[in-house]
């Protein structure tokens, strides 16, 4: 991959960690009345476990793993009554009936995995990345370009991943459209987001789902690393 990718002392002391992987991907699908049709299924598939397991959207929210990501987001001050954890806002529009919409392939199978594992999953174009990673805490001043949103200054004290001055994810949450991917990566990164209660089996369960839903949506790939944790 080409990037160091590290877990500073002061994001440690909050009891998180990374399941990191990078693949390359060498063909696409075309996103035509096939490839909707293959998506919508995974779905479908995905929305029929859910209601198996968990039921109703009132459940939803004592799951496990959401309850981990949800007591993370008080930790650090987040309401997550109101900035959804990505795993639970993805479930949640399948249990209350709603779909999720194609957005381009590789986004599509991060996506089904996140829905599926309710695991927080960021993928990143390596291209884009300006340097090596540091998961760290803001000191407040930095900018944020988030996907779909106006720039934004932070404040002091929230998890970040940084790349040079580059702030390519607020932990667990958000991504910046900076280093998001497009129909042109080729070259990706794909992390985990790890909090208390998230075992690190279950990390790399999730992005072992990501190739799997890659597979199933005619992505093919090349591995460049393994699905691994960085504590």
Not at 25 to 53: F, G, Q, R, S, T
Not at 82 to 90: D, H, N, S, V, Y
Not at 175 to 197: C, F, K, N, Q
Request: charged letters at 25%; a positive charge; hydrophobic letters at 40%.
């Amino acid at each position: 991959m080409g990037k160091k990718i590290e877990v500073d002392s002061a994001t440690k002391a909050l009891g998180v960690k990374l399941g990191v992987m990078c693949f390359s991907v060498d063909k696409k699908p075309a996103m035509n009345d096939h490839y909707l049709k293959v998506y919508n299924e995974a779905l479908y598939k995905i929305k029929a476990k859910l209601l198996i397991d968990i039921k109703t959207l009132e459940n939803l929210k004592s799951h496990p793993v959401v309850r981990a990501y949800r007591d993370f987001y008080w930790k650090i001050g987040i309401d997550p009554t109101k900035t959804r954890p990505a795993g639970e806002a993805l479930a949640r529009r399948l249990l209350s009936g709603k779909g999720i919409d194609a957005i381009e392939p590789v986004v599509d199978a991060g996506n089904l995995a996140s829905a599926e594992t309710m695991v927080s999953i960021g993928l990143y174009d390596v291209n884009k990345l300006p340097g090596n990673l540091k998961l760290t805490i803001s000191n407040g001043g930095e900018k944020f370009y988030p996907i779909g949103k106006d720039e934004e200054i932070l404040p002091k004290g929230l998890p970040i991943l940084l790349s040079k001055d580059v702030v390519v994810h607020l932990f667990p949450h958000r991504d910046s459209r900076l280093t998001s991917i497009d129909i042109d990566s080729r070259v990706v990164l794909g992390l985990a987001a790890g909090v208390p209660g998230i075992s690190d089996e279950l990390l790399i369960h999730a992005l072992n789902r990501i190739l799997v839903y890659m597979q199933t949506l005619g992505i093919t790939y090349k591995i460049c690393l393994q699905p691994n944790i960085i504590i």
